[in-house]
């Protein structure tokens, strides 16, 4: 295996196994005959609240199972690839926070599930990181990202019945507050290497001296050149 496809598979790791584990985890409570949904978060009661570290890991069906898989899959790959420095801290914080602005502000009269939240922060973390760091790199990603994940921005938007927009808004929020965090965290790649410096004399048209003698002394120095030039 070389060098650059070892690399990739390593950075890519994190977000092969955690969608490994909430498929395990959808089969034992699918094959099961389990219902994991009341291990969700619970907004505004205190029992909810270890939701805030279980929601992530639970999915309703084999649909919101499979989309967030993908979406995970491939947000992930792009993060942990270009910026591997602030990838998994980045991926910590936004689990807790997205569960947590859901804990605050979702609706208290159901349990919400679901890695959305944390999809919308690394989207977000992406796209915000092109603002705030302003670099080739940055910005080009943060375009794809807009490009690919447009559809996305009507997940905030509150009035959707079986949707947790609460905790896509507050993935999305934590996520700009990341990368205005981490925006002076340079990558490897977006390092500058140092401009080559050269040993070589420079050459110039005119004697270097030719504007500090007067005009008497360059009319005896042209002089004295002809003159060497007869004889």
């Known amino acids: 295996m070389d060098k650059g496809t070892a690399r990739f598979l390593k950075q890519i790791s994190f977000p092969l196994w955690f969608v490994g584990l909430i498929w395990v985890i959808h089969l034992i409570q699918v094959f099961g005959g389990i219902d994991l949904r009341t291990l969700g978060v619970f907004p505004r009661h205190w029992e909810g609240l270890p939701g805030i570290l279980t929601a992530p890991l639970i999915h309703g069906s084999w649909g ?13 790959t792009v993060l942990f690839w270009f910026y591997p420095r602030i990838a998994l801290k980045s991926v910590l914080f936004l689990y807790v926070m997205s569960g947590l602005g859901i804990w605050i502000s979702g609706q208290p009269d159901s349990f919400h599930i679901g ?9 977000s973390l992406v796209f915000w990181n092109g603002v705030f760091r302003r670099n080739v ?8 990202i807009l490009m690919m994940y447009s559809g996305l921005f009507e997940g905030i938007l509150p009035g959707q019945e079986g949707i947790s927009w609460e905790g896509h808004l507050s993935g999305a929020i934590a996520g700009i507050i990341l990368a205005w965090v981490f925006r002076n965290q340079i990558e490897v790649d977006e390092i ?5 410096e050269y040993d070589e004399e420079k050459t110039y048209f005119l004697p270097r001296d030719t504007f500090d003698m007067t005009m008497s002394e360059r009319l005896a120095l042209w002089e004295n050149q002809n003159r060497n030039r007869v004889l």
């Open 192 to 196: 500058k290497p140092p401009e080559p």
């Open 115 to 123: 890695a959305s939240g944390i999809i919308y922060g690394m989207v």
């Open 137 to 144: 790199k940055s910005v080009i990603l943060a375009l794809i």
């Open 64 to 76: 919101h199972l499979f989309f967030n898989s993908l979406s995970f899959v491939m947000i992930g």
